[in-house]
């Protein structure tokens, strides 16, 4: 799959139409912005498990799913591929288990609820969609970037910083 | 010059904002069509005198949609200036589509546009004169640009005097920002609220997301070892930075139109109850027939029990409330959402034999009656806790 893809019956012509790429990860369905993905590549040889080299030769962080969202899982053994992901700050990889396709949709008729898991900045890491009836979670990828951080990616910190914006008591 | 039509067909809204901003200001009449079959149709209507046409479209590809505005007496004689990401690739189909008078690769900028837009239109203009009769004499070769021309400003003339390129990132966000706002109270307006006027709860989230965008921007301009890079012209270097920050700016405006449609105006929230059922399991229907038409979200049930305490964590609920013992897969989802950390979460059974629950559940009801009194209950606990605010919708994921 290549980021850039078309699809047809598209909701871009309306306001807040977008086009998603769907990816599935520790049994959780994953959405992101099809513009912010570079590519779904195998995972090769990677030394430490924590970096992901690309073609032309730079290393990328790579988060596992289960290290972002804080949940003590083991890695599926058939998380085999990886999604590279553009942000402002840089590029990251996702391992992923499939890719579920490309769906275009309308966030003004299916609004996202934000999630209670924040980034480093206060912003929700992603959001609730709720596609074909079942839950999606749409992925910021700055979010992941500020969250691991570049030394805590390779350690394996990245729940050290999580934060849980409810405001209601426990 | 300034009353020329330009027709912008492109599937990426933010790609028809970008080109907006630039061309608008400078008194261009715009028309905006998202892919093939509705260029056609606005170009016939329109009659634009020139056309920007993003190269791939969902439904039709560029040259044959140049061949379709050829073949249409209205159109015939209407140059085309292709917009592309695939830069040098597409010179080939540049060369060989009809009526194409130049290309634009992408990411853009500014003047550049503006600079190859106005000779087209000028050059079409002597041409037509010249040669009315031939759509190929109206796009004369002499108009092929290199990429290299494409990076300085065209040949054939230095960028108008009025081509303004903003003075920094952070003043072209705040500009489409500015417009993607006016978009939002102007949907707000068609939902009953009063145009123009401030949207309550509105106008902090917006200014949330400005800060973050120059936030971005900031950090574009400022890192050597960030991949996009600021221009000296303060021109975007990376269609796909804007395009991600306008995305996650969507994501925001989404969520506004629908907190202003909402009655109470209270914006959506994460989902305060998960229930965990099968599909297959006899109280599915029940519980799906159940929640309709109680200003719940009647959610379908799925059997994706491996993303319970993922979900857990990162929406962290008042309460689950879980069918057990159906099968291996739910009650390891459930028992490894219960081994998390996460006080804030009551976990409830839904049936079940009482003896077998595992005590770590806060409780068990039985049946949908008892699921819906469970929900009522929550459904108090968050209108105490939110104080005054009335009409606290609770809606309800179903996994």
Known sequence: ?170 | MSTSRVLVVDDSLTIRRALELILKPLGYELDFAADGGQALERATSFTPDLILLDYVLPDMRAPDVCAALAATPATAFTPIILVSAKGASIRQAYQDAQNVVSYITKPFKPQVVASVVENALARGRSASGAAPESSRAAVPRSAVHTRDADERPARGGEPSASVAPPASVEQAFAALLAQLEGAICEDAATRGTTRGAPLPGVSPRLRSAAERLNDVAQHLSGESVVPYRLRSDGSFANVAATLLEAHRYLCEAAILLAATGAPSAVLPRAPEVLVVCPERHVLAGEIAEAVRGRDLVPLAIGEDFAQLPHLVRLLAPRVVVGVLRVDEAADAAVHASLALDAPQTRFVALGGDPGGVDPRFAGRVDGVEGLLELLREVAHEAQREAGAAPDIDLEVVAI
């Open chain 1, 1 to 170: 799959m290549v980021a850039g893809e078309t699809a047809r019956g598209s909701f871009e012509g309306e306001r807040n139409g977008i086009r998603l790429m769907l990816v599935r990860t520790h049994g959780c369905r994953i959405c992101v912005a099809l513009d912010a993905v570079e590519g779904i590549f195998e995972q090769h040889g990677a030394a430490d498990g924590a970096t992901f080299t690309l073609a032309h030769g730079a290393t990328i962080p790579l988060v596992d799913w289960a290290t972002v969202t804080g949940v003590p899982a083991e890695r599926p053994a058939d998380e085999t591929q990886v999604m590279v992901l553009r942000s402002a700050t840089g590029l990251v990889g996702l391992r992923i288990g499939a890719c579920l396709g490309v769906r275009s949709v309308s966030l003004a008729r299916t609004p996202p609820m934000p999630t209670r898991l924040t980034d480093a900045a206060g912003s929700p890491l992603c959001f609730l969609l709720m596609l074909d009836g079942r839950p999606h979670l749409m992925l910021e990828p700055r979010g992941l970037l500020t969250r691991i951080g570049a030394a805590g990616a390779a350690n394996g910190e990245a729940r050290d910083g999580l934060g849980v914006a409810d405001e209601r008591p426990a």
